[in-house]
């Protein structure tokens, strides 16, 4: 498995922008996609964001669509997630998840290592 490690949330006001970075650690990172996740209090983890190991492709949900970025550096094995237009019901905990396949995509199943989350706060 590979070790991630998120950074980079906090507070934020609606329409500010915040970035959070995931470093990892461990096995190959470049071949694969990476994903970014997120859960707020009471609701169940939903997907993000999700870029290919290869060409770098990417897929987002409606909810982030033109408002979120999602990048990697491969030479740094790190993948970054820039959110902005901010809105409070962007707050939640949030994940990056390595995919087991070269082109990821929302489903839970085919990511097998997690981060431990960073708190993303949207005040109105």
């Known amino acids: 498995q590979v070790q991630l490690v998120e950074s980079g949330g906090g507070l934020a006001q609606a329409g500010g922008s915040l970035r959070l970075s995931c470093a990892a650690s461990?096995?190959?990172?470049?071949?694969?996609?990476m994903g970014w996740f997120r859960q707020a209090p009471g609701k169940e983890r939903e997907f993000v964001a999700a870029?290919?190991?290869?060409?770098?492709?990417?897929y987002y949900a409606d909810s982030v669509k033109g408002r979120f970025t999602i990048s990697r550096a491969n030479a740094k094995n790190t993948v970054y997630l820039q959110m902005n237009t901010l809105k409070p019901e962007d707050t939640a905990v949030y994940y990056c998840?390595?995919?087991?396949?070269?082109?990821?995509?929302?489903?839970?199943?085919?990511?097998?290592?997690w981060g431990q989350g960073t708190q993303v706060t949207v005040s109105s």
């Open positions: 998840a390595r995919s087991q396949r070269l082109i990821g995509g929302p489903d839970f199943d085919e990511y097998d290592s």
């Open positions: 870029i290919s190991g290869g060409l770098g492709s990417t």
């Open positions: 461990g096995r190959a990172f470049s071949p694969y996609a």
